[in-house]
């Protein structure tokens, strides 16, 4: 039987374990400005007062981690990633999850950040693998594997499997502990591929059953361009959190509550204290 792990990522004052006994983690999402032109805009113009109302808003919301993403094309992300997760510190202690695909602004962010962050990510492809695991080592961070490699994304579960225990057995042979990887299956938009849903779902088991890691999901992407995302994307994280998956990289404003009503009906919430103290939050924001 699988022994099911404790993923533990930390700021300065405060501790988040992922894993199948807790609730599930909710990595907020919203400080990235792909699709957001307001985001982008500021800080192009090093304006963080919209990030820090960012950073407040997805607290309120239930966020347990914030994912920090400022890829502008043109910008200089070594200097600016590192300045905005200072910006988010100042304004809370929730964990950071830092996002991007230069590893020389990863290190400038991580040497930035106490306690230990989670980083998001590398995948299977050689060249990933070469330059971000050794930065994740250097900086005793955890880090996102995603399940894709040199030949692409696969549309087999058994193949996404085979890349994330390439990605553990790489980043262990550096010294980098299986508790510390976050295996993301890609959930790929359902419009496209009927069975996309089931591919991941299917790939979360696997992987759940012969590593014991834990599972993050970008659980947006199942809907885009169908009508009434957010339906698909509650219905898509209650399966998704039944087969396993232990955090997911979302939004917090929409979906706190649905994820609260999972973890209810699955045992993880005592007299439906949590559940019902976040309706009493969302409700009282209403009236106000």
């Known amino acids: 039987m699988v022994t099911y792990m404790k993923t533990i990522i930390k700021s300065e004052t405060k501790e988040i374990v992922i894993d199948t006994e807790d609730p599930f983690t909710i990595i907020g999402e919203k400080i990235n400005p792909t ?5 982008a805009a500021q800080l192009k113009e090093r304006n963080f007062d919209y990030v820090r109302g960012l950073v407040l808003e997805q607290v309120e919301a239930g966020a347990d981690i914030l994912d920090v993403n400022v890829g502008v094309p043109g910008e200089d992300e070594v200097v600016l990633l590192p300045d905005v997760c200072k910006v988010v510190m ?4 929730v964990p950071l999850c830092i996002d991007s695909a230069n590893t020389e602004a990863l290190a400038a962010a991580l040497a930035v950040i106490p306690g230990k962050p989670l980083v998001n990510s590398v995948n299977g492809e050689e060249a990933s693998l070469k330059a971000v695991l050794p930065v994740v080592k250097e900086f005793g961070a955890a880090v996102i594997g995603l399940t894709m490699d040199d030949d692409g994304i696969p549309h087999e579960p058994e193949t996404r499997l085979s890349i994330a225990g390439k990605i553990i057995e790489r980043a262990g042979k550096i010294g980098i502990p299986i508790e510390d990887i976050v295996i993301d299956p890609l959930v790929m938009t359902i419009g496209a591929d009927s069975k996309a849903g089931r591919v991941t779902l299917q790939t979360i088991e ?6 014991g890691v834990n599972i993050n999901l970008g659980a947006s992407n199942i809907s885009f361009g169908l009508p009434d995302r957010h339906t698909i994307n509650q219905a898509f994280l209650g399966l998704a959190i ?4 232990t955090c997911a990289i979302t939004d917090p404003m929409r979906l706190s509550l649905t994820i609260r009503a999972v973890d209810l009906l699955l045992g993880r919430d005592d007299y439906a204290g949590r559940y019902i103290k976040h309706y009493r939050t ?6 106000s």
Do not use: C, M, S, Y
């Not at 699709?35 to 985001?39: A, E, F, N, Q």
């Not at 969302?282 to 009236?287: K, N, P, S, T």
């Open 35 to 39: 699709g957001r032109k307001k985001l």
């Open 90 to 93: 100042e304004a809370t202690d």
């Open 206 to 211: 696997l992987v759940r059953e012969e590593f």
């Open 242 to 245: 039944a087969a396993g998956a």
């Open 282 to 287: 969302l409700a009282a924001e209403i009236e």
